[in-house]
DNA sequence: GCCCGTTGTCGAAGCGCTTCGACGCTCACT
DNA sequence: AGTGAGCGTCGAAGCGCTTCGACAACGGGC
């Protein structure tokens, strides 16, 4: 494994054939008869051949590798991202791709860089808010890109997301249905909301659009992380509205800390509040009581933002948005309805 | 941006001189005027060359871009992992270098095949375990590597990481400084010890070590993550060692559980348990109380990681082992010593 | 038996860059 | 004035691959 590596032309001269048909029964652009098959592929098993990536990517003008462009910002849900983010790579890797990971720090500069460079194909770009530089950077730019995230404008380019706006109306029909009347949503830090960040914009839009249509009563807060900040807005939010009877919580970090100050200030759950969740499953299923949830289906999204972005790369049409359908689970938090 | 991409070529053309002297300018390898330096520069700058990575990489056999080799194992705390992999990107960029993500799925092929195919010019191993299957193979690969934290054998590796068993000590050294006898550790869920995952280990190491050489008594435990299985562990913990008066948590995921833990058996931090964490410092500033803590400099770490390998790219030789020194940073949880 | 369309293979021309050797200068010394 | 050592620049040879056009060999249709 050491020393220089196996060219193909190697492979071509222990196989006794010419360079081109080696590459050909690689690439199978080509009609190769199924003994010359054979024969190039024992010689390349035998020699561990492996094709050098830039001469491949310099000669086809395909890197085969695309960027991730995943930055990290306050407030956001880190492992939530990763599943994202490893999700994207699966996917990218079942058609051949590798992934460069592209971070926030560069700015614009790196996918610019990056593409111009060729040395990616396209990009997949996370965590968009609704008015973001790197968006615009991308219509003008030759490669294709999807966005997980939808901005303010997403003309002329390729999203995917979950549909947040279904997924707040679905925790608030659900709790209709067992007859809450009086609803707050806790959602993200109020940064997130500040930086205009598509995802809990329109949860929010979505819950208050629902408590309105079913005319209820509904108050939507955003939501700190740390216990303290919690347990103070839980505490003014059980004082203000002693009729709530039920809690919808969009914030992977917080839920755990809602459920303590629900404790701390002897609510049981479900008996005297009821609460949903948006957040992933497993943090769902290890809080007590189990959270109804809706989860953010990271490994769908993933895998369709890269089946999305191969097909543009192909030359395929693609759809300008693919928003994911919510499901909800219920689970213990929300067996019963309001007293 | 759209449409061919400029090349080595248009740039000499623009600027009246041979190809290979823009390369020269560039890479600085060979004396240039000035003159003419900036005329290149000039011209790379109206045109917006940026040179094709591809080809590149094919005639100086160099990528540019390393291997960032990330498992995500059960047990992990994911914002540390993230915290190192946004500092190997940042400090490879700083090389002009990019990262290629690969992640644990495809196995020990992913590693092999990015080296064969000379898509990266050397590795960072993340989560690393005491037996860990792509350490023989990174052995035997031509490409350098770099490994974050410590395999049972690091013979022949080049790795980096924490002091765990100094971080373990250093957290008993100051509760017995502040006259605790009677000592916990709350580690890792006991899945990451089963795996054999060396910084878990080597906490629990330093721990009893010290212990012992303080003439302390003290017990160690896995922590699983769940609410109710910690409140269980501690529950547990002080009713069968009520004289205890000092914890050390080295879990991220479970340091808030364990206060939650503590407030529901009546237990005030610090004046009836002391508690010291080995956790990033949000968390720890976050708690309440805010917790006295040893980080896990996953920004030194990373930033090193890449440093090194930098060194064995260009063929210096390094260091096998690099331990960072751990620092403790006293905050509420440990103000005062035992009743 | 002749023509033509397939099928399978080959050779050669790049892809855009780095790097090596060559070469013409300019100067500081004899 | 003559020599040799840099210095600055150039041209050309690859790096290892893909892909295009060419061309045997082979049948099937007439």
New interface residues.
């Given amino acids: ?3 220089r ?1 196996v060219t193909i032309a190697e492979v071509a001269r222990h196989a006794g054939v010419a360079v081109s048909t080696v590459s050909y029964v690689l690439s199978g652009k080509r009609a190769i008869s199924a003994d010359t098959r054979r024969r190039v592929l024992d010689s390349v098993r035998t020699l ?1 051949y ?9 000669a086809s003008r395909r ?1 085969n ?1 695309i960027a ?1 462009v995943l930055p ?1 910002r306050a407030g956001m849900h ?2 939530v ?2 599943q994202f ?2 999700s994207v ?2 996917a990218a ?1 079942r058609y051949d791709h ?6 926030a ?2 700015g614009t500069d ?1 996918i ?8 990616v194909d396209g990009l997949v770009l996370m965590d968009v808010e609704l008015h973001d530089g790197r968006v615009d950077l991308l219509r ?3 490669e294709p890109s999807v966005l997980i995230g939808f901005p303010a404008d997403p003309s002329g380019l390729t999203c995917v997301d979950l549909d947040f706006t279904r997924a707040g109306a679905l925790c608030v029909e659900h709790l209709a249905g067992l007859g809450h009347r009086k609803l707050a949503l806790l959602g993200a830090p109020s940064v997130v909301y500040e930086r205009g960040t598509g995802f809990a914009r329109r949860t929010w839009e979505g819950f208050t659009e629902a408590v309105d249509r079913y005319g209820l009563s509904g108050i939507a807060l955003p939501c700190e ?4 900040e919690v347990a103070a807005a839980v505490g003014g939010l059980l004082e203000s509205h002693p009729d709530l009877t039920a809690l919808v919580v969009h914030n992977e970090t917080a839920v ?2 809602v ?2 100050a629900l404790r701390l200030h002897g609510r049981r759950v479900p008996e005297d509040v009821a609460v949903v969740a948006i957040c992933p499953d497993d943090i769902a299923e ?3 009581p189990p959270l109804t949830s809706v989860l953010v289906p990271a490994e769908d999204v993933g895998r369709e933002a890269v089946r999305l972005l191969m097909d543009k790369l192909e030359g395929r049409a693609v759809p300008g948005g693919t928003l994911l359908e919510p499901r909800l689970t219920v689970r213990d938090s929300t067996r019963s309805g309001p007293a």
Avoid: C, W
């Fill in positions: 494994m050491s020393g590596a561990g492996h094709p050098n990536a830039g001469a491949r990517a310099l890197a590798v991730l990290l880190v492992p991202l990763m983010a490893t790579v699966t890797r590798d992934v460069l990971l592209l971070t720090d560069e790196g610019r860089r990056a593409a111009a460079s060729a040395l003008e730019l030759a992380e740390t216990f303290e755990n800390h459920l303590g290890r809080s007590s």
